[in-house]
């Protein structure tokens, strides 16, 4: 759809198929967070064919499964919000006792600030997430 | 797991069986807010096995669908956080761009105070609600 930042996503993919896109988030507080993109301008996961709801959320699962294992998070949280942009997708983001926000939701106002080393060696891991990440969605 | 508030679950709930149920969430800015509890003390849904994620997510779908259909929100947001209560659940929030903190998600600062009036009419759509959610899993 003309107008809408996903439809017109220019930001570099990690995977990237007819269907959806999976992306690293720039985000400096929350080195890890990705998200799954669906492609088609489509409004609610319920507007989905069955089909297509299955494979996203398969997409979602793998994308899980890589956070987890590179950047061994106390939790992950995976959300589908779309209220600023109402085309769908799915924040997958690994959460830590010492980060931003937790236990708050990282929407929530920040609750303390987060060492920078700790940062620093969680941003190193971002390159080794992508393999991962890749490496999950190559099986399909 | 003793000592966790959703595994001693003790409200009222919509739908109950072996693996999960379903809950009217009283908030009172958000009429129509539901949450699947699942029974098992597990903590992400990548832990669970694939025909238990399968069924999880088919319930967070049946319960979008009926939040959409009683509650016809401008927008669903499905959520699975679980910071403070590390025990997998997922949040299905139906929102409306007059909501206490649209476009925000529901865990930021709130933005504006809903109209009584409006919530009062959202409030009388609950019961509604929590018959078409029995209904739609009475079909499994």
Known sequence: MIGCELCELSVP?????DKFAVI???DANYPGFARVIWKAHVREVSDLA???????NDAVYRLELAVR?????LKVNVASLGNVVP???W????????????????WA??????????????RALVPQLAEAIARRFASR
């Not at 993919?13 to 198929?17: A, C, G, H, L």
């Not at 069955?50 to 996203?56: H, I, N």
């Not at 924040?91 to 990282?106: G, K």
């Not at 106002?109 to 969680?122: G, H, K, M």
């Open 69 to 73: 294992d590179v950047m061994q998070p």
């Open 24 to 26: 690293l988030v720039d």
């Open 109 to 122: 106002q920040a609750a303390r600030t987060t060492d920078e080393a700790v940062l620093v060696a969680r």
């Open 91 to 106: 924040h997958v983001i690994p959460r830590y006792a010492d980060d931003a926000h937790f236990p708050a939701p990282v």
């Open 13 to 17: 993919t990690v995977v990237d198929n």
């Open 87 to 89: 085309h769908l997708h």
């Open 50 to 56: 069955d089909a297509d709801r299955l494979l996203l």
